[in-house]
């Protein structure tokens, strides 16, 4: 990307008494070198650092750290709490907000990568279907090329429940381009045709940890090795806290409806911390995140300790090979690497690595042989890396595993991000989530058991399932033969729940069970599974065709009261009088009809119809269709938002986060709102043919789910409802079944292919991130640099109306901004453009400052200019 900056200069354009913005010759900066960052933090939507500001404020104000912020989106399908914008316009206001909030963390880069946030979704392959991978890493890299950080943060990758998706995939490309911006054969036209170099960052970490989290100045103590924890405590310079700094910045995002957000305590005891999780690092340095990569050690700056072992999984009496290599960017003599392993366990190998020397990597191997008797789990072989009597720290994690393992099949999202962990170099991560399978309450399912050979030898033997009171299996035990070393084999088993009265959802919880794999050679080993319940219910046909008036009439519902009381997310109801609901349903013809009835003490904002889908900021209901009962992620079911209550009078009824947003074709909608007001009933008929997907009448999944808001700033409080976890309104697999009794099995039909809503405001379309552009020389949305420009040579005022002449040098996109002098848009033009020189009339509404132009050529390289008065 070409970046120029144009000190205001004018020729005559047409009126002598014209207000000329500048009246120099014009003058074209220098062009600005890369960024030099220490840290860099990869999220997927504005406000994502917000919980690290008093990290990344610490670091800046005790060490300098300059901390940059990638944000792959802008936040466009997210809610807004502050007015009617939605899509790109509300990226640009979450855009604004984002660099007000990170300023006060000495943040002043923001850069985007202008991908689409569509909905909120819990699925990783879903986000990178929608995103593109190898061009969002592509991107990704190119960033971390420009601006060099040594540290990179990023979000949590697993699948854990709730997780959004977005978030778990900005948190494998960061992993991945860990790896592949130093590699110069990814992304080799990066180096040959843009001029960027490979650029190791020393270490990556993930927010959270493992291990205990505690307030005051203890949090950061007794973590486990490779977690840390940064306190918010510390007092701030000019006063305070940086906790107090943090929420006054995240105070700054208001249309996620954050400006109400409570003081923070101003007793530092009770301020936790942050914590953080290393993944891995280039260099040596274990006392605290900073050191090794941007705070000295003991051993000289820029000093690299990379650590490799050629298997990750070992089972007992097993040898591995760890490989240690050291570089240097001064002499490093006498250079040694030493490893440490556990009582019991042998090391050999020569770890003299000679003089080190910039340029020349030093690399020694070893041999550590694991015990014959070596318990299962995870072991962390410290690495110590010495020069004459300097010494710096790293290490290698493995795991021992049984020579014979079997576990329950997993979710299929949990199933990919296990083989992205281990491919991606991340093994480690892959068992971040806990195994689990639901089942519906007094059903059953078949569940395979995988049984994987880790040992040398074939085997036979048995695999057995020990589960708790109130489940039941086909049999005990179930036998596998021939097992090769390296093969795994599937043996299934039915199980059932056969107490039916369980409690189900997140009352229910997690029903732990172990499987046990007995070979006929060798020890057992035992891993530990859960099952969790899903409600179920029979849905009944009704006599007639239910009138659709809020009502229910004789004969209409005469199944089961499903209770919708529940909270899974959000403060507990203060009572059923705050927040309580039920719901009946029943089917006639190819329609499914549902009455829901809330108890609600205070209506919250009302919305206009247009805003249907973003029902979650006030009391709503959402009704959750998955035909065959089977889906990964939302893109293939029914979701439909219902407000009971609009600016227009009646209820509204649209489709969310599901295949087709926005219009419910053929759905109907009524409601009643009491008077005074105590709650509202909502009912809605919809069409089956509508779903995605032919319905099968024994497995719909379905939910029900209620949100309740006391407040008018289009801020929701609690969510309620049947099938109730954490984000479960994203999780098909956990919301509930339903039999539709007595209705007829449709034909096989093709699924529909999901519709998403992928636009998203360009970086070229946004004047912060083109100004940002022109101080730092990165080019915009993480693209190339394009070979041509658009850039403003003169301006004039006349009147209403301001003229600029571009001098154009090559064919695309031109987006002009006539600025205030706060940044506000007083003027704007987007138009196709050609070499020449271009003179453009643009009407103003406020009083113009300066002139910004964002540019894209048709291959996607980008060029900003900014033309201001001096």
């Not at 919980?51 to 912020?69: C, D, I, Q, Y």
Request: aromatic share 6%; glycine share 12%.
């Amino acid at each position: 990307m070409r970046i120029t900056r144009w000190v205001a200069g004018l020729v005559p354009l047409a009126a002598a008494a014209a207000v000329v913005l500048g009246a120099e010759e014009p003058v074209l900066a220098e062009d600005r070198g890369p960024v030099d960052l220490g840290a860099l933090f990869v999220g997927a939507h504005p406000d994502d650092e917000s919980s690290l500001l008093s990290t990344f404020g610490r670091w800046k104000a005790e060490h300098g750290v300059r901390t940059g912020v990638v944000t792959i989106t802008r936040g466009e399908g997210g809610g807004n709490a502050a007015g009617p914008e939605e899509g790109p316009e509300l990226g640009r206001i979450r855009e604004a907000e984002e660099r007000r909030a990170v300023a006060a963390a000495g943040i002043t880069e923001v850069f985007n990568l202008d991908k689409a946030d569509f909905y909120y979704t819990v699925s990783s392959p879903l986000t990178r279907r929608a995103w593109g991978h190898e061009d969002t890493l592509g991107r990704l890299v190119r960033l971390v090329r420009q601006t060099r950080p040594e540290i990179v943060v990023t979000m949590d990758p697993a699948p854990t429940p709730g997780n959004h998706g977005n978030h778990q995939y900005s948190g494998r490309l960061a992993v991945e381009a860990y790896r592949a911006a130093a590699d110069p054969g990814a992304y080799p036209e990066q180096i040959s045709r843009e001029g960027l170099r490979p650029w190791a960052v020393s270490k990556i970490f993930i927010t959270g940890t493992s291990g205990e989290r505690k307030l005051g100045p203890s949090c950061v103590d007794s973590l486990p090795a490779g977690s840390y924890g940064v306190w918010s405590g510390v007092a701030a310079p000019g006063g305070g806290t940086w906790a107090q700094v943090e929420r006054k910045a995240q105070r700054e995002y208001v249309s996620q409806g954050w400006a109400g957000f409570p003081d923070v305590p101003t007793d530092p005891a009770k301020l936790g911390c942050d914590y953080f999780t290393e993944v891995v690092s280039r260099v040596p340095g274990a006392a605290s995140m900073l050191e090794g990569a941007i705070l000295p050690g003991a051993l000289p700056p820029r000093t690299g300790l990379s650590v490799e072992v050629d298997r990750f999984a070992v089972v007992a009496g097993a040898s591995l090979k760890v490989r240690v290599t050291a570089t240097a960017d001064r002499v490093l003599p006498d250079a040694k690497a030493v490893v440490s392993a556990p009582p019991g366990w042998t090391v050999s190998g020569r770890g003299h690595l000679g003089t080190v020397v910039a340029g020349r990597p030093a690399t020694t191997e070893f041999t550590v042989t694991v015990p014959a008797g070596a318990q299962p789990g995870r072991v962390r072989l410290p690495i110590e890396l010495s020069s004459m009597d300097r010494r710096g720290a790293g290490a290698a994690v493995v795991e021992v595993t049984a020579p014979v393992r079997a576990e329950q099949q997993a979710l299929p999202q949990v199933s990919e991000f296990r083989d992205w962990a281990r491919g991606a170099g991340a093994p480690a991560l892959a068992d971040l989530v806990p195994p689990v399978l639901t089942l519906p309450s007094g059903g059953a399912r078949d569940i395979d058991v995988h049984v994987v050979n880790h040992g040398t030898t074939a085997q036979s033997g048995t695999v057995e399932m020990a589960l708790p009171k109130g489940f039941a299996a086909d049999t005990q035990s179930k036998p596998f033969e021939g097992l090769a070393p390296g093969a795994t084999t599937t043996v299934r088993f039915a199980v059932r729940n056969t107490d039916a009265t369980m409690p189900t959802g997140m009352k229910g919880g997690d029903y732990a069970y172990s499987i046990t794999t007995r070979p006929q050679s060798g020890p057992a080993s035992t891993s530990k599974q859960a099952l969790e319940l899903v409600p179920t219910t029979t849905i009944t046909q009704a006599s007639a065709p239910p009138v659709v008036d809020g009502v229910a009439g004789p004969g209409e519902y005469t199944g089961r009261e499903l209770d919708l009381s529940t909270r899974w997310e959000g403060s507990d109801c203060e009572s059923a009088a705050d927040c309580s609901a039920t719901a009946r349903l029943s089917w006639h013809g190819d329609t499914l009809h549902a009455l829901v009835k809330v108890t609600d003490d205070k209506l919250g904002s009302t919305l206009a119809t247009a805003d249907c889908k973003r029902h979650w900021r006030t009391d709503s209901v959402e009704i959750t269709l998955d035909p065959r009962g089977r889906s990964e992620n939302t893109s293939s079911t029914f979701k439909l938002a219902a407000l009971p209550v609009t600016t227009e009078g009646p209820a509204c009824a649209l489709r969310d986060a599901d295949n087709h947003q926005g219009s419910a074709t053929g759905v109907r909608v009524a409601s009643k709102v009491s008077q005074p007001y105590t709650g509202y009933t909502v009912e809605v008929a919809i069409p089956l043919s509508a779903l995605p997907g032919a319905v099968d009448p024994a497995n719909l999944g379905l939910n029900v789910l209620v949100y309740d808001s006391d407040t008018r700033d289009k801020t929701g409080q609690t969510r309620i409802g049947w099938s109730t976890w954490g984000g479960v309104q994203g999780d098909p697999y956990r919301w509930g079944r339903a039999v539709l009794g007595g209705f007829p099995a449709p034909p096989e039909r093709p699924a529909t292919p999901p519709a998403l809503p992928l636009v998203a405001l360009s970086s070229v379309d946004s004047p912060q991130s083109v100004e940002q552009a022109v101080r730092t020389g990165v080019p915009l949305g993480g693209s190339a640099a394009s070979r041509s420009s658009a850039r403003v040579v003169l301006a004039r005022v006349t009147g209403s109306t301001v003229d600029v002449q571009l001098v154009v040098t090559g064919a695309g996109r031109a987006n002009v901004f006539v600025l205030d002098r706060a940044g506000s848009i007083v003027g704007k033009q987007v138009l196709d453009v050609r070499p020449g020189a271009p003179l453009l009339g643009i009407g103003l509404t406020g009083t113009p400052a300066r002139v910004v132009v964002g540019f894209q050529d048709p291959n996607g390289g980008t060029a900003a200019s900014v033309f201001e008065r001096i």
